[in-house]
């Protein structure tokens, strides 16, 4: 199986401190997808973002960013000033065939008040 | 635009019993999939449904089985409960198969005792 790996399994920060959530994948493709999804404790899935490969521009969605690098094979998310509703668990996900996707084991992210 | 909707929320069955889970898409969409989320094996890819076609399936035993109607809702069934097969039941759905952003529903929390 092409695997994510998510090294991470738990992150505890203050209120309003950086953090980074580290994903690497493995893929034999040349074109591929890559996905971050956040599971807040009600369950639900929420999707984030999806990058091809052909991009490898960074990204920045308000407080959200994400640095994509081939080079390494990472796809890395980093909340700036966090705050506390940011506590969740966060996945990185590719897709195999069709919508299948193989997930990382998740990093379990808590901002401290 | 209502999002993706599974019932029942909340099943307790026993083992050897079956079980039948539903899942609607959001409207318009037509690929479903079905994903297994455990502490221990994480989220796992059951099957994937597009036009009532299943188009993947992961490495399930035979008891996990699908369908999907022509108005794009899925069921899932497992028959001849085990006790690992407590788990959350995530279904996703995208408008297209392949790469696309998949929108998850609540999930059914499923306890076999």
């Known amino acids: 199986a092409q695997k994510v790996t998510q090294a991470q399994t738990e992150i505890s920060v203050v209120e309003k401190e950086d953090v980074t959530l580290d994903c690497v994948y493995e893929?034999?493709?040349?074109?591929?997808?890559l996905f971050w999804y956040k599971q807040p404790p009600s369950g639900e899935l929420v999707f984030l973002i999806r990058?091809?490969?052909?991009?490898?521009q960074n990204e920045i969605s308000g407080r959200y960013s994400w640095n994509f690098q081939k080079s390494t094979s990472s796809f890395n998310f980093t909340i700036t000033a966090s705050q506390v509703v940011d506590s969740a668990v966060y996945f990185c996900a590719r897709p195999n065939t069709g919508n299948q996707f193989y997930f990382g084991t998740g990093t379990s992210l808590t901002v401290i008040p | 635009k209502a999002g993706v909707t599974q019932t029942p929320r909340y099943l307790i069955k026993t083992r050897g019993q079956q079980v039948t889970l539903s899942c609607s898409p959001i409207?318009?969409?037509?690929?479903v999939s079905w994903y297994q989320q455990t502490p221990g094996q994480g989220l796992q890819f059951l099957f994937e449904?597009?036009?009532?076609?299943?188009?993947n399936k992961g490495n399930f035993p035979g008891r996990f089985s699908g369908r999907q109607f022509s108005n794009s809702r899925s069921e899932m069934n497992v028959s001849t409960l085990e006790l690992g097969d407590s788990a959350l039941y995530l279904c996703a759905s995208s408008l297209e198969t392949g790469n696309n952003e998949q929108f998850f529903g609540p999930g059914t929390r499923l306890t076999v005792l």
């Open positions: 409207s318009g969409h037509r690929s």
């Open positions: 449904y597009f036009s009532e076609t299943q188009r």
């Open positions: 990058r091809n490969s052909f991009d490898e």
């Open positions: 893929t034999r493709d040349t074109t591929y997808y």
